[in-house]
């Protein structure tokens, strides 16, 4: 009997989704995948909201310029291993990943890898208007700068 229940019991569970809430916290981190993307424990796949990276992984797509600078970037920066992740409106992607911003201590990656010309603001989606600000502000002062993607001429 304790046997039938326990396979009616897990029968009924389902694997942690996307569609699940990931609550605001800390997490470890595990790996990071390129400038935009990292998995948190437990084997949780984060886009960072609000920015983009140039690719270094997408399949049958070349590496992009500023690409591999992004992904040390953000490398460097969770070095600590540990990461607060916050969320905004839209909590995942159509790809399934959670959309986060990406603190540690009083650094925002999101916004870093903007300031530093490694990512572009991506106003289309739907977060707190004091963010967009900030993002603006920072690839304003990155272009203005001719820092990382805006150092080449195309770009402005």
């Known amino acids: ?41 437990p084997d949780t796949t984060i886009r960072l909201i609000g920015v983009n990276t140039p690719e270094t992984v997408k399949p049958e797509h070349p590496v992009e310029p500023w690409g591999p600078e992004a992904t040390s970037f953000t490398r460097q920066f969770l070095t600590g291993g540990l ?9 995942v992607d159509r790809f399934g990943r959670f959309l986060a911003y990406v603190w540690v201590d009083d650094r925002m990656l999101n916004e870093e890898l903007v300031r530093n010309g490694l990512a572009r603001f991506e106003p289309q989606f739907q977060y707190a208007e004091p963010i967009k600000t900030r993002f603006r502000a920072a690839q304003k002062a990155a272009q203005a700068a001719g820092l990382g993607i805006w150092s080449q001429p195309d770009e402005h």
Do not use: K
């Open 1 to 41: 009997m304790g046997l039938l229940l326990a396979v009616r019991y897990w029968a009924g569970r389902t694997a942690p989704d996307a569609a699940q809430p990931l609550a605001d916290g800390e997490y470890r981190v595990v790996r990071v995948i390129d400038g935009d993307t990292l998995i948190v424990a």
């Open 83 to 91: 990461a607060r992740l916050a969320f905004d409106r839209e909590r």
